[in-house]
Structures are given as C-alpha cells and as structure tokens.
C-alpha cells in the first residue's frame, strides 16, 4: 500500500527558532513530492514542488529536501514567526498522477 | 487573480436532504478534484475529473456523485446525506493529472449533516 508518514505530528517552538519536518515515503513510481501549508479552517497552499531529479527547493524561508534513494522528505522553515503556525502536509504523486498525501504535522509558533 | 471558488462556504442540513456544493476555477484547468478532511485523517479523495465529461472515483467515493459538463465547474452533489458526511470540504484544481503542476486548493465547505 503507498503510504506516506509524516514526524512529528505535532511540533511547538519559540518565534525565531528554526524548525525541520519529516516526510517518508513508500510510494512509487515516485513522480513528484509537493509540501502544502494550511492554515486552520482554509485551504491548503503549495509551498514547495520537487521532481525526482531535483534535491533542494526553496521559497522564502521554507527549504524542502527530497532523497529519492532513502524515500525521504524534509521541510525546513527558518527564523519562523508567528504567521508559520499551521499545518504542513506532504503530497507524493506517483506516475500516473494519484496523490496519496500525508496526514501533516501540526506546527505552533509561540512569542 | 487566478483561484478556485466554493459555495455555500457552510452548510447545516438534515439527514436526506439533497444538496450540492458548487466548485468554480478560472485556470482552465483540466484537472480538478474533491477532498474531504476529517480529523486526524487527513485529506482523502472523493472524486477527481482529468476533463469535461471524464470522471472517476478517489478513496472514498460512497455517497458522493459529481459531474463535469463544463471545463471550470465541478460540482460536488449529495443525493442523501448522513451524519457521517460531516466533514470540511475542498475543491482542488490543476493544469492537469500528470506532471509536477502547482493544485490549488479553494477555500473549503464545511458541511454539517444532523
């Protein structure tokens, strides 16, 4: 069964500490792995989008790592600040375009 | 500004009563799917569209239908709701099924069925 686990669940830090998500995988074939941040009661927005030759992706100050031999994913967020408190979900989307995603990890940013 | 738009943005019903959640995209996107989400369960697939008049089931399709007549609209019909129904609801969309195209997501329809 394609699976997609994602640690912590859960995760709360102080404002300006970094802060690194996990993302494991068994899906396959791999196509591509998409990170989604989604604030409580709204939809989720696409943060990051890698294929399988691509090991590195940043936007701001969100840098998401993919290696492909291990099935590993990470998301790394930088001085956070408050407005990072939400929820961060990992998507793999296999060849023929199924996404299975993860359950995410629940972020608190705290003053 | 490109976007995904639901409606009704929440909804409170009775068990049986038909209903249908709207679902527009002004990308002309040929993909566009449905997901509920439930606590501690994620995000799951209900139905997805790859082009008007194609659709197929997701995960969990019992109790869902949908239609695609037109390229922008997808909507989402109940024909008997029951509690278990209850769910927050989005509406997604993307160029299409292949490739690593951003999806976007609406805003979300959260249901109640009492």
């Known amino acids: 069964k394609n699976q997609v686990e994602q640690s912590p669940q859960s995760l709360i830090i102080l404002e300006g500490k970094n802060c690194t998500l996990q993302?494991?995988?068994?899906?396959?074939?791999?196509?591509?792995l998409r990170w989604y941040k989604q604030d409580t009661g709204r939809g989720p927005v696409s943060l990051t989008i890698?294929?399988?030759?691509?090991n590195t992706k940043s936007n701001g100050r969100y840098t998401a790592t993919l290696d492909a031999d291990t099935k590993q994913s990470s998301l790394h967020i930088t001085a956070s600040q408050l407005s990072d408190s939400a929820s961060y979900i990992c998507?793999?989307?296999?060849?023929?375009?199924?996404?299975?995603f993860g359950d995410g990890t629940t972020l608190t940013v705290k003053p | 500004e490109a976007q995904v738009t639901q409606n009704p943005r929440y909804l409170i019903t009775v068990t049986g009563k038909k209903l249908t959640v709207t679902c527009s995209q002004n990308?002309?996107?040929?993909?566009m799917s449905w997901y509920r989400q439930d606590p501690g369960l994620g995000l799951r697939q209900i139905y997805y569209?790859?082009?008007?008049?194609?659709?197929d089931k997701g995960d969990v399709p019992e109790g869902y239908k949908v239609s695609r007549k037109e390229k922008r609209n997808f909507p989402l019909i109940l024909e008997s709701p029951s509690p278990n129904q209850t769910s927050l609801y989005f509406c997604?969309?993307?160029?299409?099924?292949?490739?690593?195209?951003?999806?976007?997501f609406g805003p979300g329809t959260r249901l109640t069925v009492t």
């Open positions: 569209s790859m082009n008007v008049e194609v659709t």
């Open positions: 998507v793999v989307t296999v060849g023929a375009g199924k996404s299975t």
């Open positions: 990308m002309n996107h040929e993909y």
């Open positions: 993302c494991n995988y068994t899906v396959s074939p791999f196509s591509n």
């Open positions: 997604a969309s993307k160029l299409n099924r292949g490739g690593a195209h951003e999806q976007y």
């Open positions: 890698m294929t399988f030759s691509e």
